[in-house]
Nanobody, 115 residues
């Protein structure tokens, strides 16, 4: 069973930074892609960024230039560096590892950005 554990969330002022981590219980090299999603209250869960096994990255327009996704295969961990945070970035952030059979999700970590 794959387990994903997110950490690094918290309360930060606008303009600040946070780094989220997603630690997997299995080798992340087994996944073609891994991603970070977020869900604000009353809204759907949306893609923030994802990264392929080969290191290609993709970002939502709203975070381009501010967020950076990376992966450390040796640590089985995916990171999301978030800079220049805005109040509209407030959400629960989830890590996702999709497979052909099912999607694996972490429990989420809360990010709150105060103005």
């Amino acid at each position: 069973q794959v387990q994903l554990v997110e950490s690094g969330g918290g309360l930060v002022q606008a303009g600040g930074s946070l780094r989220l981590s997603c630690a997997a219980s299995v080798s992340i090299a087994s996944f073609d892609v891994m991603g970070w999603y977020r869900q604000a209250p009353g809204k759907q869960r949306d893609l923030v960024a994802d990264i392929t096994r080969g290191g290609m990255t993709n970002y939502a327009d709203s975070v381009k230039g501010r967020f950076t996704i990376s992966r450390d295969n040796a640590k089985n961990t995916v990171y999301l560096q978030m800079n220049s945070l805005k109040p509209e970035d407030t959400a629960i952030y989830y890590c996702k590892a999709p497979t052909s059979l099912r999607n694996f999700w972490g429990q989420g970590t809360q990010v709150t950005v105060s103005s």
